[in-house]
Each structure stands twice: as C-alpha cells, then as structure tokens.
C-alpha cells in the first residue's frame, strides 16, 4: 500500500521568510502527486500538480514543487510567504489508473505578520 | 462552473443510528470518491464509484457503504453509527482519463453523540 511521509506537523514562520515542506511516498509504480492546501474553515483546494514531463510544478499563489523521483520525493516551496498563507498543506499521491489517493499527515503552517 | 456539493454541511446523530451523506460532483465528472478526515487519522480513503460502479474500496467496515447514481450523484450511508465516527466527510470529484486533479467539496461534518 502506498504511504505518504510528511514532517514538522507544525511550522511557524514570519511573513516573507521562505517556506520549504517535505514529502516523501512509498510507492514503486508510476504516480501522480498532489499538494492541497486547506485554509481555516474551507475546503482542500488544489495548489499544484505533477503527471508527467518537467519536474518542477508551478502552482497558484506563488507555490512550486520538485519532483525528485531518486528520492520518491515531492517537497513544496514558496521563497516568500504572507499571512494568508497560513492554512493546513497536504501531499497527496495516487498510482495511475486508479484514483484511490493517499494523504500525508499534513503540515499546520502559522505565518506571523 | 458550479463545484461539489454535499449535503448537509452539519448532522449529529446519535449512536446507533444510521446516516446519509450526498454528493454532486462537477458536471461531466463521472469519478466521485469519498474520504473521511479525523485529527488523529487524518485522511483517509472510503471507496470510489465510477459509472455508478465501487471501483475502489479502503480499510472501513461494512458499516461504511456507497451508491451512484446515474446522473454521478453519489450518496455514502454508514449504519449503526459508533462515537468513532465523528469525523468530517470529503467527497472529491474527478474527470475520465487523466485526472485534472480532484476537485473536493466542503465535507460533511458528523458529530455522532
């Protein structure tokens, strides 16, 4: 079965520090690979996607993550966050052909202005 | 275009008794999966229905269970409600082929007292 690993549950930064979450998946097929953001009291919103092609996935909001296949891993960047990037962020992977998708914990984000 | 819906958006139900929850996926989307998400286990995958098929099905008991209709539209029911099972319910919607990502709608969230 497919696990998902995400660490430091809880990161707390200033406003226009640089933000770095790590995830890493066990899985040895081929997979699609997903981070969610999911801001107090709404819904999971897609941040960014990886299928296929470049490695690095641009995203909304100013996010981006590298796909490192060596290291089954999918780590979520932005040089620069804001207070409204405070929110709950979850990696996400799913093998193809299904769409049976596995979470990582989450990572609780706290931006201080 | 309109995003998933579900309903209702709040129950509480007592042990015991059984519950309900829809979902209505994006037009055109034919892949509803449904996912529970509790702060000690995260999230966690029920099952998937496709053309009003279970295509997937994760680690819940039977208690746990699913339809789709025809139009997509997708009801999950779970009987015999525990305490456990306060949770809040995710339903994500997804397109056929290569999925554009999932698409989530607010949850339901259950309260089971």
């Known amino acids: 079965a497919q696990s998902v690993s995400q660490h430091n549950h809880h990161v707390i930064l200033s406003e226009a520090a640089s933000l770095e979450l790590g995830c890493n998946y066990s899985?040895?097929?081929?997979?699609?690979l997903f981070w969610y953001v999911q801001y107090p009291g709404q819904h999971l919103q897609l941040l960014l996607k990886y299928f296929s092609g470049d490695p690095l996935v641009k995203g909304i909001k100013g996010f981006e993550a590298e796909f490192i296949k060596s290291k089954f891993s999918f780590n979520l960047r932005k040089p620069s966050v804001q207070w409204s990037d405070t929110a709950e962020y979850f990696c996400a992977v799913n093998d193809r052909g299904n769409n049976r998708l596995a979470f990582g914990k989450g990572n609780q984000v706290v931006v201080i202005p | 275009k309109a995003g998933v819906t579900q309903t209702p958006r709040y129950l509480i139900k007592t042990r015991g008794q059984q519950v309900t929850l829809s979902c209505s996926p994006i037009s055109g989307h034919r892949s509803v999966s449904w996912y529970q998400q509790t702060p000690g286990q995260g999230l966690q995958f029920l099952f998937e229905y496709f053309s009003e098929t279970q295509r997937n099905k994760g680690n819940f008991p039977g208690r746990f269970s699913g339809r789709q209709f025809s139009n997509s539209r997708s009801e999950m029911n779970v009987s015999t409600l525990e305490l456990g099972d306060s949770a809040l319910y995710l339903c994500?919607?997804?397109?056929?082929?290569?999925?554009?990502?999932?698409?989530f709608g607010s949850g339901t969230r259950l309260t089971v007292v």
């Open positions: 994500a919607s997804s397109s056929v082929g290569p999925p554009d990502g999932y698409t």
């Open positions: 899985y040895g097929g081929t997979v699609n």
